[in-house]
């Protein structure tokens, strides 16, 4: 499978514990994504790194949250001191950059990592 | 059947028929739309994108239609199938001002429902 892939799909946790999820792009895409999704709400962007440079960070991006790509391939995000209100499925994307102003942009998302913090 | 953005989020079909799910967006200099399908369990899978130099797009028994005036996207399938049942998020690029330029927002999203 070429796709992006996360790890692990699960996670559950009690509250105050650290987690780290990652995410490994499609080999070709310099650009990565990560979101966050609740139940019937649309994803909301967290960060965006291009290759190893994490350009943009969301408000929603506490200081407990943080994202790295070290080598501009695989990502990790982790959460310190896990909240009940962290509660939700994490989706990594990734894309190329265009070649072309004005060029597609399309970002593949991987299934995500469902995190229960209980 | 068709949707009409945040107050009717499902919409129920019979199979064949055409659909059309609607999205309002906000930011009048966004420049770049994507309409993307979300199965349970799964992560969103691209399905068309438009840039606001276009008003209409079409691809593989989909268009997208764009009208700027209005801020209103809209998405429609022909001869709807089950397997087109999933929840349908139109996402917005906004350009850079203090950003990149490279952020996607992302409406609540509609649930369609195709009925055998």
């Known amino acids: 499978d070429t796709g992006v892939s996360q790890n692990p799909r699960h996670k559950i946790t009690k509250r105050g514990q650290n987690v780290t999820f990652r995410c490994d792009p499609i080999s070709e895409h310099n650009r990565l994504y990560w979101y966050r999704q609740t139940l019937g709400q649309g994803p909301e962007f967290l960060t965006y790194?291009?290759?190893?440079?994490?350009?943009?960070k969301s408000r929603l991006l506490s200081d407990r949250f943080s994202a790295e790509r070290p080598k501009g391939s695989f990502s990790t995000l982790e959460i310190q001191r896990t909240e009940q209100g962290d509660s939700a499925m994490y989706l990594c994307?990734?894309?190329?950059?265009?070649?072309?102003?004005?060029?597609?942009?399309?970002?593949?998302f991987g299934a995500g990592t469902r995190l229960s913090v209980l | 059947g068709e949707s009409v953005g945040l107050h009717l989020p499902t919409l129920s079909v019979q199979e064949g028929d055409n659909s059309i799910i609607n999205c309002a967006y906000s930011?009048?200099?966004?420049?770049?739309f994507i309409w993307y399908k979300q199965e349970s369990g799964k992560g969103p899978q691209f399905i068309i994108d438009?840039?606001?130099?276009?008003d209409k797009r079409q691809g593989q028994r989909v268009t997208v239609l764009l009208n700027k005036t209005v801020k209103h996207l809209s998405l429609q399938i022909a001869a709807t199938q089950p397997g087109d049942s999933a929840v349908y998020f139109c996402a917005e690029n906004r350009p850079a001002i203090t950003n990149t330029g490279n952020q996607f927002y992302f409406g609540t999203g509609t649930s369609l429902t195709v009925i055998p």
């Open positions: 790194f291009q290759n190893e440079a994490q350009l943009e």
């Open positions: 930011n009048s200099a966004s420049d770049y």
């Open positions: 994307a990734s894309s190329s950059e265009p070649r072309l102003a004005g060029g597609q942009d399309i970002q593949y």
């Open positions: 438009i840039r606001s130099n276009m």
